[in-house]
């Protein structure tokens, strides 16, 4: 496998300058010769599509769901961050860069990182034009709020719905292209293999998921921004859609996969009530802002929060982090969460959950300042638990939340199959291996509006290659390989439904690849996870027909393919043998925080699946503006 | 608990669909509806049936995805929230429940419980946006907007496309969605050069797509998870009004 980063030379400041400056363009009219299709209509997928058929390209686009507007960006909450330095707070493009670095711990491309920073202000600027509602102030100017990990204020909001209002400017962008005819949309088509020939990708192949027609789709490029795959664990703040599906069928067919153990466990969550349960839902992590997380210092103290005196409250985070405070990174949040309930300090059922409390905040600023700020996450959180969280505090536990790995891209986000780009949460670039809060929203729309743009025109006009049609056989072999794995899906006739082996496997997952991991619980997942493959293949029940709507075969087909990549992610897991942010392994920490070794693993892990074992490649992670040091929230 | 549920089953778009009766058991009142119904399909398909199909999604009341009417209300009626944020805590053991999908001649049924509501994405296809093309946009606060109309756009923005105002409607108009679309950009000064065709020209696309004619019933208003109030629906006309005397 061949990784080639094409990192532009230069001072880090001009590199993305330089190369925009370097790169061949393609005249107007020509860009209508090619078309690109685009998987996935979240933030990055909608503004690439939006964009690139702006420049004038043929947009094909694909979702999953109904309509484009309902990707799973739809949810985030908090916001979304850029260097703007509004708040006159000492912000600057340097110091998101590094804040981004230093809170991926030193895993991350710092040139990509630092490109992310330098267009997150025209980012703002964008949606702001498209009608974004963002908060704003009594005199009319933009609102900012500080968000986990970083000590400015630079993020933007709307309300608790940032992601919902900064998909309808990307959805309505794309809609509007839409009319125009020059993007065709496709919804309810799910990507279930991709399509290369002669090494260079050149189309997919989908299922209508209400007739069930399986159609081949060719194009001079291809665009994955199909999200994360947080769902590998089954329950996780993701919508019940996410999957792995488009990523690993790639990746089948060569693309490198980077880093997949860089899970992220979000520290506010609501706590898990019971065994039906089908996902779990975030808090914001905006209310850290205001609240503060806390646990009895006895052990097994099942006392009424409000009963427990002030001074047998432990206010961990505010004890270990002093200058972060409840603010500290996720990571650092959640793993100081879990230890405090593994020392039977936890509360709520199962003794799996800690306070955060917003009793002096209430006292300081007032029920109308906090109903302001916090209102529609105050009522979802007594919607689900019925609690009241203005008299009681809220109990909230971490959850799996965001996947900083992904495919491996270069500088241009082009994937090492030529062809292939991948952006958003579904590449590896940005985060290393844990991610600042509001910057995913960040990332999405700077890859879809202001990087992609750019870099597929470098690619088009280089390849070189023929056109080709669905009359290809890569084409035709590509549709009968999904007409078989259909049809073996439906003749196992089983015993057990797919939910029942996602749930497993995920509890797996979650038990000893989650938030520790060590090498004798990854060893002996490495043992469990092909067993319970072998039992899926055998035993699983997919009711009803491929021709026609069905949910239970749309499930299976994501959840074959958790199975094969959980595996990869476990062995990462283990080949990685040092902690680095969200990727915790036991054997390597400091009083609880993670010890990195940058000796052995300052380098990007990158496997190749397409034998019979997956091999691991390195990209060295070359740090020249930022330099790598212990990573200290205290 | 134990709950005796009605719930429309229809084969696909071709065939007709009918009522068909389930009991279902083990129903903890933590559970959400949906995961109520996971409950149910797990059980259907345990006893080889194929489980009743529906939209979801993020489950947590953003989407727009979940779509059903509970007991003759859209999202089970109760103020402010989708099916997937309703909790079972609101029912009681013994309780009859009838289910179905959202009704409306503009809304097909596809199977069971799931409509094709790509009429919405039309409407806004015909003008729900600020026609912008990406780069080149004038620094963000370069134009403040005062805070009492940016939260107007915001309280319309906060629609989700769900639907369930169209299926409350006893005309099923899409009227409150439409508009609610409209108000979002007709407050901010971005939206202002478009404001008079975007009211006429998606006015017209929700008329093409079969949606029926608004008689002011404020059902829309009464169902909406988000709490959209009608009050779009009156900046909807009058700017109907002007853009039809403008020509
Ligand atoms: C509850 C929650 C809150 C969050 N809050 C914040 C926040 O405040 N700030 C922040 O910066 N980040 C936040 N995040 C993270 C952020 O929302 C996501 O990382 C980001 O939106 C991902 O965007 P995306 O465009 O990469 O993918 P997505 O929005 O996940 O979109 C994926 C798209 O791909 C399509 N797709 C997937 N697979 C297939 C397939 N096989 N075939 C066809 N189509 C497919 C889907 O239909 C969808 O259109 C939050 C995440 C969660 C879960
Ligand atoms: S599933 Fe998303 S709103 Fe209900």
Redesign the interface.
């Given at each position: 496998m061949k990784l080639e980063s094409r990192i532009p030379s230069g001072p880090i400041e001009n590199k993305w300058t330089s190369h925009k400056m370097s790169m061949p363009l393609i005249n107007p009219a020509n860009k209508r010769k090619f078309k690109i299709i685009v998987v996935g209509t979240g933030l990055a997928g909608s503004?690439a599509a939006?964009?690139l058929s702006?420049l004038g390209y043929q947009v094909e686009s694909f979702c999953f769901?109904?309509?484009?507007?309902?990707a799973?960006s739809?949810?985030a909450q908090g916001g979304i961050n850029a260097a703007?330095n509004?708040q006159n707070d000492g912000d600057s493009v340097r110091r998101l860069a590094y804040d981004t670095v230093k809170g991926g711990d030193f895993r991350g491309r710092e040139s990509n990182i630092y490109r992310l920073a330098e267009v997150s202000v025209?980012i703002?600027?964008?949606?702001?034009?498209?009608?974004v509602?963002?908060?704003?102030?009594?005199?009319?100017?933009?609102s900012n709020r500080s968000f986990g990990g970083a000590q400015v204020s630079r993020t933007f909001y709307?309300?608790g719905?940032t992601?919902?209002?900064l998909l309808?400017g990307a959805?309505?962008?794309l809609?509007?292209q839409?009319?125009t005819g020059s993007v065709r949309?496709h919804?309810r088509h799910e990507m279930l293999e991709l399509v290369t020939i002669d090494g260079h990708a050149r189309g997919i192949i989908t299922r209508d998921m209400?007739s069930g027609k399986v159609e081949a789709w060719a194009a001079d490029a291809v665009v994955l921004a199909t999200g994360g795959y947080g769902n590998a664990y089954f329950l996780s703040t993701n919508?019940?859609?996410c999957n792995v599906t488009a990523t690993w069928r790639a990746a089948k067919k060569g693309a490198g996969f980077a880093n997949p153990c860089y899970t992220q466990i979000h520290p506010t969550c609501i706590p898990q009530?019971?065994d039906?349960?089908?996902?779990l839902?975030?808090m914001s992590e905006s209310l850290r802002n205001d609240g503060r997380v806390w646990a009895p210092k006895k052990k097994g103290d099942t006392r009424a929060p409000d009963q427990i005196p002030e001074d047998e409250r432990d206010y961990y985070l505010e004890r270990k982090y002093p200058s972060f405070g409840n603010l500290a990174p996720r990571d650092i949040a959640s793993r100081a969460a879990k230890q405090v309930c593994d020392e039977g300090r936890g509360v709520g059922p199962g003794g799996r959950g800690v306070f955060l409390d917003f009793a002096d905040a209430i006292k300081r600023l007032g029920k109308k300042v906090i109903s302001e700020r916090y209102g529609n996450l105050f009522?979802?959180y007594t919607?689900?638990t019925?609690e009241d969280p203005y008299s009681v505090p809220m109990r909230i536990y971490p959850a799996v939340h965001y996947t900083m790995g992904g495919l491996w891209v270069d500088y241009n986000l082009m994937s090492n199959l030529p062809g292939l780009h991948v952006i958003g949460e579904a590449n590896f670039s940005d985060h290393g291996a844990n991610r600042l809060g509001a910057s995913a929203l960040m990332q999405g729309l700077a890859d879809g509006?202001?990087v992609l743009?750019y870099t597929i025109g470098a690619y088009l006009a280089t390849a070189k290659q023929p056109k080709v049609t669905t009359d290809h056989p890569e084409f035709k072999k590509a549709v009968a390989d999904v007409n078989t794995r259909t049809a073996k899906f439906l003749s196992i006739k089983g015993?057990r439904?797919v939910?029942?082996f996602h749930r497993q496997l995920g509890n797996m997952m979650w038990e000893k690849c989650g938030m520790a991991r060590n090498d004798k619980g990854l060893n002996e997942l490495l043992k469990e996870i092909p067993a319970l493959r072998e039992e899926f293949w055998q035993n699983v029940?997919v009711?009803?027909s491929a021709d026609?709507?069905?949910?239970?075969l749309e499930k299976a087909g994501r959840v074959a393919d958790f199975f094969e990549f959980c595996e990869t992610m476990a062995m990462d897991a283990l080949d990685r043998d040092e902690s680095c942010g969200g990727h915790f392994r036991e054997e390597h920490e400091d009083e609880g925080e993670a010890k990195r070794n940058d000796e052995k693993f300052s380098h990007v892990s990158v496997w190749e699946v397409t034998g019979d074992k997956p091999v691991r490649h390195k990209e060295p992670l070359v740090f020249e503006a930022f330099h790598p040091s212990v990573r200290s929230y205290k | 608990m134990k709950l005796k549920l009605h719930v429309w089953r229809q084969p696909n778009k071709d065939q007709a669909g009918a009522m068909k009766d389930y009991a279902v058991e083990g129903v903890s009142e933590h559970m959400s509806f949906l995961e109520m119904m996971d409950t149910l399909n797990e059980q259907l398909m345990n006893k080889g049936e194929e489980p009743v199909a529906f939209d979801h999604d993020c489950r947590e009341g953003i989407c727009g995805s979940c779509s059903m009417v509970i007991n003759g209300l859209p999202h089970g009626g109760h103020k402010g929230v989708t099916v997937c944020q309703l909790h079972m805590r609101h029912f009681k053991d013994g309780d009859e429940i009838f289910i179905e999908p959202w009704r409306a001649k503009a809304f097909p049924v596809l199977k069971d419980l799931v409509v094709d509501r790509a009429a919405f994405d039309r409407i806004v296809a015909s003008g729900g946006y600020v026609s912008v093309a990406t780069g080149g946009a004038p620094d963000a606060n370069a134009l403040p907007i005062p805070k009492k109309e940016a939260d107007l756009s915001m309280d319309a923005a906060a629609c989700i496309g769900c639907g369930a105002c169209v299926a409350a409607c006893k005309n099923a108009s899409a009227m409150l969605f439409t508009a609610a679309k409209a108000s979002h950009l007709n407050h901010l000064p971005q939206g202002q050069p478009e404001r008079f065709e975007r009211v006429k020209n998606m006015s017209m696309q929700m008329d093409a797509e079969g949606f029926g004619t608004c008689t002011n019933l404020s059902q829309c208003e009464a169902v909406c998870p988000k709490e959209i109030s009608v009050r779009v629906i009156a900046e909807f006309n009058a700017d109907l009004i002007k853009a039809q005397v403008k020509g």
């Open positions: 503004s939006a964009t702006e769901q109904d309509s484009p507007r309902r799973h739809i949810a703007k509004y025209n703002i600027d964008q949606c702001v034009a498209q009608g509602p963002f908060a704003r102030e009594y005199g009319g100017h933009l709307a309300r719905q992601g919902q209002q309808i959805y309505q962008a809609e509007k839409i009319h949309m919804t209400v919508a019940k859609g009530a019971g039906y349960q089908s996902k839902t975030l009522d979802m919607t689900i019925g509006y202001f743009p015993k439904t939910d029942s029940n009711p009803g026609n709507l069905n949910t239970a | -």
